[in-house]
């Protein structure tokens, strides 16, 4: 960023601080000295700000109530999810113990029945 690009980039953040900072001060009540400091445009630009941020800021209230409510619904169905998993991992470590087992079943059925086979003679086959 060039360097003119930031002096314009300070005096217009510079200007608009100081329209800001009236807003984020208490302003002096009617019963106030100070209400008659600023002139009537002024005040109306206080209080135009003053709306402007006030209802600004409501919605952004509203927008993060919203976006909590979705993240707390995102957060119960992850549980209900993770859950289901856990779930499923247990059958699934069930289902491999189970093959496991029927393998070696196999392995030693197999095994005990070629022991028991007699082995062909090369004579029969001829």
């Known amino acids: 960023m060039s360097s003119y690009n930031l002096v314009v980039l300070g005096t ?34 206080i209080q ?19 976006t909590n409510d979705k993240i707390g619904q995102l957060e119960d169905s992850q549980i209900t999810t993770n859950t289901k998993l856990v779930g499923l991992e247990t059958s699934m470590a069930r289902i491999d113990t189970t093959l496991a087992a029927l393998l070696r079943r196999f392995d030693e059925f197999n095994t005990r029945n070629n022991e028991r086979r007699p082995e062909p003679n090369q004579d029969d086959e001829e």
């Open 48 to 66: 135009h700000f003053e709306r402007q941020v006030k209802l600004h800021t409501e919605g952004l209230d509203t927008d993060l109530q919203v």
């Open 12 to 45: 217009f953040i510079t200007s608009l601080v100081s329209l800001c900072v009236p807003v984020l001060l208490p302003m002096a009540g009617p019963d106030d000295d100070a209400s008659g400091s600023h002139s009537p445009r002024t005040a109306g630009i």
